[in-house]
């Protein structure tokens, strides 16, 4: 994708998160009558701001700096750092003035707001595709210089266990929380002995790195279609063919197949196929073919674009099931809460060192590649990607960190154990030390990002 799609679905993806974490704070703020002041998708930095409307007490507007957002409340001490209530004795609409417990549900309304959208997100993606599952019976493919050919797996092994426990689909062998658990390590089946790998305790860090997970399903060269006139077609080949070597050199997936091709444009090739007659009225796999079919070698030379003419049958078996409302809702929330475990056990490891922080941490470059990368390979991707990144904002936010919603949070808990205000100098000082860290510590990222991209 191109810089401006990249920056197009990057502030797409800020503004959804960032109008339902406000949203969260805007809406308990009302419900317990607090006056807001101000709503802001985008911060307006010396006043500079696309658009404003007044509606009633509350200004909302969208400002200059795609960076964030806030819901100014009357009388609380945040980032804007105003200070013109505090000689002023508590007004009933201001936020210093209601019960510590209303102030609490307000600090965490941001939170929860996309802690919601993304258990939303997940339930419609559920109930509108349903769940797919695909057998461990098919072995793995690993990419060379993969984090998984790294640990020592190869392509042909069948996954058994992960962490000594069954797996029956790829969906569980590759669930997410795996990859943030203490350890890891995986039982396979290879040439008929089953062999136990462990994953490096930084594999997260290896993952993101090489930017692809490394492993999948083996998808076997079966040829769907022949098409006429091409180089292919011309030599003979015929539709439901394996494709089993290539110049000699065995192949098993049809990323290995096209690669060679692709390489070798204007180049003779001597592929090695087996095509079986006996097919009418059974299943095209590519186990089939190797039992029944006939062996053929057959020279043909790739076209200056580097193809010969053929497509791929897709013959990796999945069991696809739809799912009712209820049952949708109960997926969305497992799946949540799995992804809220995960992103808690991977900020833990980031923090005790176990995965390298400027690998495993990304600012607003990683954030607007990720998302033009998921929006170019379709809607259901994309969203998958504002639900993890909704969560890992709700997981940041709630952190005890002056200056986030987790800071306030603490600092009003506080409040409500003395039962005393504390002194309104000392909460300003706490605002301006952690607005002082976060802006150095997002300086940081940002130069990462750059240096890193």
């Given at each position: 994708?191109?810089?401006?799609?990249?920056?197009?679905?990057?502030?797409?993806?800020?503004?959804?998160?960032?109008?339902?974490?406000?949203?969260?704070?805007?809406?308990?703020?009302?419900?317990?009558?607090?006056?807001?002041?101000?709503?802001?998708?985008?911060?307006?930095?010396?006043?500079?701001?696309?658009?404003?409307?007044?509606?009633?007490?509350?200004?909302?507007?969208?400002?200059?700096?795609?960076?964030?957002?806030?819901?100014?409340?009357?009388?609380?001490?945040?980032?804007?750092?105003?200070?013109?209530?505090?000689?002023?004795?508590?007004?009933?609409?201001?936020?210093?003035?209601?019960?510590?417990?209303?102030?609490?549900?307000?600090?965490?309304?941001?939170?929860?707001?996309?802690?919601?959208?993304?258990?939303?997100?997940?339930?419609?993606?559920?109930?509108?595709?349903?769940?797919?599952?695909?057998?461990?019976?098919?072995?793995?493919?690993?990419?060379?210089?993969?984090?998984?050919?790294?640990?020592?797996?190869?392509?042909?092994?069948?996954?058994q266990l992960a962490n000594g426990k069954p797996v029956?689909?790829?969906?569980?062998?590759?669930?997410?929380?795996?990859?943030?658990?203490?350890?890891?390590?995986?039982?396979?089946?290879?040439?008929?002995?089953?062999?136990?790998?462990?994953?490096?305790?930084?594999?997260?860090?290896?993952?993101?790195?090489?930017?692809?997970?490394?492993?999948?399903?083996?998808?076997?060269?079966?040829?769907?279609?022949?098409?006429?006139?091409?180089?292919?077609?011309?030599?003979?080949?015929?539709?439901?063919?394996?494709?089993?070597?290539?110049?000699?050199?065995?192949?098993?997936?049809?990323t290995e197949v096209v690669g060679i091709i692709s390489?070798?444009?204007?180049?003779?090739?001597?592929?090695?196929?087996?095509?079986?007659?006996?097919?009418?009225?059974?299943?095209?796999?590519?186990?089939?073919?190797?039992?029944?079919?006939?062996?053929?070698?057959?020279?043909?030379?790739?076209?200056?674009?580097?193809?010969?003419?053929?497509?791929?049958?897709?013959?990796?078996?999945?069991?696809?099931?739809?799912?009712?409302?209820?049952?949708?809702?109960?997926?969305?929330?497992?799946?949540?809460?799995?992804?809220?475990?995960?992103?808690?056990?991977?900020?833990?490891?980031?923090?005790?060192?176990?995965?390298?922080?400027?690998?495993?941490?990304?600012?607003?470059?990683?954030?607007?590649?990720?998302?033009?990368?998921?929006?170019?390979?379709?809607?259901?991707?994309?969203?998958?990607?504002?639900?993890?990144?909704?969560?890992?904002?709700?997981?940041?936010?709630?952190?005890?960190?002056?200056?986030?919603?987790?800071?306030?949070?603490?600092?009003?808990a506080i409040e409500g154990i003395i039962h005393r205000?504390?002194?309104?100098?000392?909460?300003?000082?706490?605002?301006?030390?952690?607005?002082?860290?976060?802006?150095?510590?997002?300086?940081?990222?940002?130069?990462?990002?750059?240096?890193?991209?």
């Amino acid at each position: 994708m191109d810089v401006l799609s990249t920056i197009f679905f990057f502030i797409v993806a800020i503004f959804i998160l960032v109008t339902a974490h406000e949203l969260g704070h805007f809406l308990t703020a009302k419900l317990f009558g607090m006056r807001v002041d101000k709503f802001y998708i985008g911060f307006d930095f010396f006043d500079l701001r696309l658009w404003k409307k007044k509606i009633g007490e509350t200004e909302y507007g969208l400002g200059l700096f795609p960076l964030g957002g806030y819901v100014k409340i009357a009388g609380m001490v945040d980032e804007s750092f105003d200070t013109n209530f505090q000689s002023d004795e508590p007004q009933a609409w201001e936020f210093r003035a209601k019960p510590v417990w209303q102030r609490l549900i307000v600090l965490a309304g941001g939170v929860g707001m996309n802690i919601i959208l993304a258990i939303v997100i997940f339930i419609g993606i559920t109930l509108a595709i349903g769940e797919s599952r695909t057998s461990v019976n098919n072995p793995a493919f690993i990419e060379k210089g993969s984090a998984f050919a790294t640990m020592g797996m190869q392509t042909g092994d069948r996954l058994q266990l992960a962490n000594g426990k069954p797996v029956t689909s790829w969906e569980e062998a590759l669930a997410p929380e795996l990859f943030t658990a203490r350890s890891l390590n995986y039982t396979l089946l290879r040439d008929g002995k089953s062999i136990t790998i462990e994953a490096p305790s930084n594999i997260m860090s290896s993952i993101n790195a090489q930017k692809s997970l490394g492993i999948r399903p083996i998808v076997p060269p079966v040829i769907d279609e022949v098409l006429k006139n091409m180089p292919a077609g011309n030599a003979g080949i015929l539709p439901g063919g394996l494709i089993t070597a290539i110049n000699g050199k065995a192949v098993s997936d049809w990323t290995e197949v096209v690669g060679i091709i692709s390489l070798n444009a204007g180049k003779r090739l001597t592929l090695t196929w087996q095509h079986s007659k006996n097919t009418q009225g059974k299943k095209i796999n590519a186990e089939t073919i190797r039992a029944e079919g006939t062996t053929f070698v057959t020279t043909v030379v790739p076209n200056p674009s580097g193809k010969i003419g053929i497509s791929l049958k897709q013959t990796v078996e999945s069991e696809h099931r739809k799912l009712s409302l209820p049952e949708s809702i109960v997926s969305g929330i497992n799946q949540t809460w799995k992804m809220s475990a995960m992103t808690v056990q991977g900020f833990v490891k980031i923090f005790t060192g176990q995965e390298d922080f400027r690998k495993s941490v990304g600012g607003p470059i990683k954030i607007a590649k990720i998302a033009s990368q998921s929006a170019e390979q379709g809607p259901v991707s994309f969203l998958y990607f504002l639900s993890m990144l909704s969560i890992s904002l709700a997981i940041i936010n709630i952190l005890p960190v002056p200056a986030l919603d987790g800071g306030q949070f603490v600092l009003n808990a506080i409040e409500g154990i003395i039962h005393r205000e504390i002194p309104f100098a000392v909460k300003m000082r706490i605002q301006q030390i952690g607005m002082m860290l976060l802006l150095a510590l997002f300086a940081y990222i940002l130069f990462n990002d750059i240096f890193n991209s």
